[in-house]
């Protein structure tokens, strides 16, 4: 455990979580390039002639965000609506992130609130939260605006949402996230950030798009939280 890791846990009284990363791997089961090849069929069944890029997009998220950009609001819906129901049932067989279920639990034994903010829809989120028996730890959760993917993170609107939900103030709150968009958009919201590099290649990203702290594994914040609750 990081000294910093410590002290910025130490210095906030509520917890932030990413969904896909920190708490489980929301496309273990359904993978994302398949999602994203669903996407780009219902962009061609709405008469879209779909870039080489795009159809080659592995992330759904990325697919969902440049139907955006192309600004058609009505094919925006129909794939955010698609998005929705896959997302759905990706959720059915997500896998959970070791420690992240600790995580949780922990920070409400400690009395911190916490609060699920995702990029994902809520629907998938609240679903997942239900099936492992989490829903009543979370006290919010911020899923992604309708058909309006320049609302997602790094946009720090809904982290200020989860922030408002819990009642605190900004700069009394921490968000662990794995991507950069997660860093920048706490950093513009005023929110402490923990990077969870998943994967050993991310740290130097998450480093340098200004994490407070960096951790390797969701056991490093379970560690801190479990010993503040004298468990």
């Known amino acids: 455990m990081s ?11 509520a917890v932030l979580l990413d969904f896909d990363g920190p708490i ?34 592995p992330d759904p998220l990325e697919v969902l965000r440049r139907t955006g950009a192309a ?20 959720a059915e067989t997500a896998e959970p992130t070791p420690y992240g279920r600790e995580v949780i639990v922990a920070a409400r034994q400690t009395g911190m609130p ?11 989120v609240t679903s997942y939260l239900v099936r492992q028996r989490l829903a009543g730890h979370v006290s919010s959760v911020v899923g992604r605006a309708y058909a309006e993917p320049t ?20 700069g009394r709150c921490v ?4 991507s950069v ?22 740290a130097q990203s998450l480093w340098a798009a200004g994490a ?3 951790i390797t594994s969701m056991g490093e914040i379970a560690a801190v939280l479990t010993e503040r609750s004298g468990n």
């Open 24 to 57: 489980c791997s929301i496309f273990a089961g359904y993978p994302a390039p398949r999602v994203a090849a669903g996407l780009v069929d219902v962009l061609r069944l709405q008469g879209v002639e779909v870039p080489p890029d795009v159809a080659s997009e």
């Open 181 to 202: 968009s997660d860093i920048v958009g706490a950093a513009a919201a005023g929110v402490r950030v923990i990077g969870y590099a998943n994967r050993p290649p991310k």
């Open 212 to 214: 407070d702290t960096v």
């Open 114 to 124: 916490v609060a699920v903010v995702s990029n994902n829809s809520a629907i998938a």
């Open 71 to 90: 600004g058609d609001q009505g094919v925006t819906q129909a794939v955010e609506d698609a998005l929705c129901l896959a997302e759905r049932r990706a």
């Open 151 to 170: 609302r997602m993170k790094p946009n720090p609107e809904p982290i200020l949402q989860a922030v408002s939900a819990l009642g605190e103030l900004p």
């Open 3 to 13: 000294a910093d890791l410590g002290r910025v846990l130490s210095e906030v009284g």
């Open 175 to 178: 968000l662990v996230g794995d």
